[in-house]
């Protein structure tokens, strides 16, 4: 039988937390009278920490129901069967967080950071017919995440064996070899999730709307997918044909490609690769593939930094996750090319200019680029209509005289170019 703790909860005022928080603070930066944030079963719901550092603080059992956490470092932080429902955990920081049986039904954790977080089996509190927590002692039980938001989240490496999460909306979450063995995602929205190498053993998934994710080198022995939606996912099966039929190695091809390009088509041979699966191909980082034609080609998580794609044609290309830093794509045609969580930092993609009238703006019509990082890119004249850019960063981009017209755009604040 399990016996109920006597320890009565203390209430906090703002100004008492405040208090605390600024002797955590001390504590954590070595400063004289420093005292770390022992918080453990403190009712703290409703309050405002957004921003605050609690790094390594222990908030075991503390309710935190409806808290705003946002922006919180929380990295290390003890909320081992915390009751975090319904609160703002958006943009918070939570690495190597012990979230063991934590309760976050319904909160928000868009673009919250839970890189190796443990969100394992374990509770210490129990709810009655009116949703109270009460003291109880520590029993096993599941981490719980039904109806919250984990939009962008990275959740790579992290422990969610067991978790409940339900209707949860982990849209473009990043889950990298996280363990969710036996958890229940019953109609949960994972459309883009990145569950490369995570291993799946066991997971209810039925009804779970899984278009666009990412499963290559996932483990899904005993996963249990009736009724869900597989559309476009990417496995480890090849999508259209393999570098095989190539006819010689990819690197090769991309020299007979330079060649060309060099000699202005007198020697050398262009690269076709339209169609083709390249992911098992080398690094193409600061390769010139001016005019490369590729469309609906698989780049998916290829290194091509400082890549010159002039002119490129990769309409319908899967560019999902690649390194494209400081790339040159003037006028290349991107339609409808997937460029999910992409990093395009400080890439070039303005209008490419043959002359006084022949300019070729890049077109990235119909094009995904959710999450994907922008910043400092160069966007001039681009044709981004009813492109995709929610949760794109879009800090210092240059826009001039972009045609936006229908496309989705990022909602958080974004800082403009000088």
């Keep these: 039988m399990t016996a109920t703790v006597t320890k009565s909860r203390r209430r906090f005022s703002h100004a008492e937390l405040h208090q605390v928080v600024e002797l955590h603070h001390r504590f954590r930066t070595g400063r004289p009278g420093g005292v770390r944030a022992l918080l453990a079963f403190a009712d703290l719901s409703g309050l405002s920490m957004a921003g605050c550092n609690l790094a390594e ?15 919180c470092n929380l990295d290390r932080t003890t909320l081992f069967g915390a009751d975090l429902r319904d609160a703002d955990l958006e943009d918070a920081t939570l690495i190597g967080a012990n979230l063991r049986g934590a309760s976050l039904r319904g909160a928000n954790l868009t673009r919250a950071n839970l890189f190796k977080a443990d969100l394992r089996n374990g509770t210490i509190a129990t709810a009655d017919m009116g949703g109270n927590l009460h003291m109880m002692a520590i029993k096993a039980g599941p981490a719980e995440l039904a109806e919250a938001r984990l939009i962008n989240a990275n959740l790579t490496d992290a422990d969610m064996s067991g978790v409940i999460a339900t209707h949860t909306d982990f849209t473009d979450a990043v889950l990298r070899g996280a363990k969710l063995t036996r958890a229940n995602l019953q109609n949960a929205r994972l459309a883009g999730v990145n569950f490369e190498g995570a291993d799946l053993s066991a997971v209810n998934m039925r009804g779970a709307d899984l278009e666009g994710a990412v499963l290559t080198g996932a483990k899904t022995d005993l996963a249990d997918f009736y009724g869900a939606t597989l559309k476009n996912i990417l496995t480890d099966k090849p999508v259209g044909k393999t570098l095989d039929a190539l006819g010689m190695p990819l690197d090769e091809l991309v020299g007979l490609h330079l060649q060309w390009v060099q000699t202005g088509g007198s020697k050398g041979k262009p690269a076709d690769l339209t169609e083709f699966d390249l992911r098992k191909g080398p690094s193409l980082m600061r390769a010139n593939l001016t005019a490369l034609k590729a469309e609906k080609a698989t780049f998916y998580g290829l290194d091509l930094e400082g890549a010159m794609l002039q002119g490129a044609k990769l309409a319908g290309a899967d560019l999902r996750t690649c390194r494209l830093s400081a790339a040159d794509l003037r006028g290349a045609q991107l339609q409808g090319a997937l460029l999910n969580h992409a990093d395009l930092r400080d890439a070039n993609l303005d209008p490419l200019v043959i002359g006084t009238e022949r300019v070729f703006p890049t077109n990235l019509e119909n094009a995904q680029l959710r999450c994907a990082d922008l910043r400092g890119a160069r966007l001039r004249q681009a044709i981004m209509r009813f492109a995709d850019l929610t949760e794109a960063n879009l ?19 974004q800082r403009k170019a000088s």
């Design 57 to 71: 603080a222990d908030l075991s059992g503390a309710t935190l129901r409806g808290a705003n956490l946002s922006e």
């Design 395 to 413: 800090s210092n981009v240059n826009l001039q005289d972009t045609a936006l017209d229908g496309a989705k755009m990022p909602v958080r604040p």
